[in-house]
């Protein structure tokens, strides 16, 4: 009976330490990699993630999970595990008084969503000079140069040496392109009907 006690205490522990982690801000982007979270929390750090990921759903948060070489750690190797970044989103998508009240304007979150479908559509890269050209008959030109900034430096987008955009870690974590690109498909199809 103590030893259960005593074991969920220390989950109890570790579940406050992961959470403090992971919500807390350390490095240029949010998150804590896996092998921080190990060398933390302990070997069964997945766990106490698990548990923790129960928790912050009731609050409508998720922790995410990303990685370079694998989209989810099921099935990835350990130390694919360990390198990956694990960071909390919102669980639901964000309404548009709440976006307005974190600072977005509505066209800002339009020519995002616009930029990230076109990203998209051409094979997840695009020259600068196009994602320009597109946005420009709806958007002044110094607004366009405004918001790529803003994108890259948030981490939404990134720019190669050649100009060329492709989506980077946030928009990868954060924007559910499935989603996005069957509103957009969706929208179409009302339309012609």
Request: charged share 35%; glycine share 6%; hydrophobic share 40%.
């Amino acid at each position: 009976m103590a030893k259960k006690a005593e074991e969920a205490a220390s989950y109890a522990r570790k579940l406050r330490k992961a959470a403090q982690l992971l919500f807390f801000q350390r490095h240029k982007k949010p998150g804590v990699k896996g092998w921080e979270l190990k060398k933390v929390l302990g070997k069964d750090y997945m766990k106490v993630i698990g548990l923790l990921s129960i928790e912050l759903e009731k609050l409508g948060f998720q922790i995410k999970t990303l990685s370079e070489e694998a989209e989810s750690p099921e099935g990835s190797t350990e130390e694919q595990v360990d390198r990956a970044r694990f960071f909390v989103t919102l669980k639901e998508p964000v309404a548009s008084p709440e976006a307005i009240a974190g600072g977005w304007r509505i066209d800002d979150i339009a020519m995002l969503a616009a930029v990230v479908a076109y990203i998209i559509s051409k094979q997840g890269k695009a020259p600068r000079r196009e994602v320009e050209q597109i946005l420009r008959d709806k958007f002044p030109m110094w607004r366009i140069e405004l918001n790529l900034e803003r994108f890259i430096r948030r981490g939404y987008l990134a720019q190669d040496e050649e100009g060329v955009l492709y989506l980077d870690w946030r928009a990868r974590a954060e924007i559910d392109s499935k989603a996005l690109l069957n509103l957009i498909l969706g929208g179409v199809e009302k339309r012609e009907s």
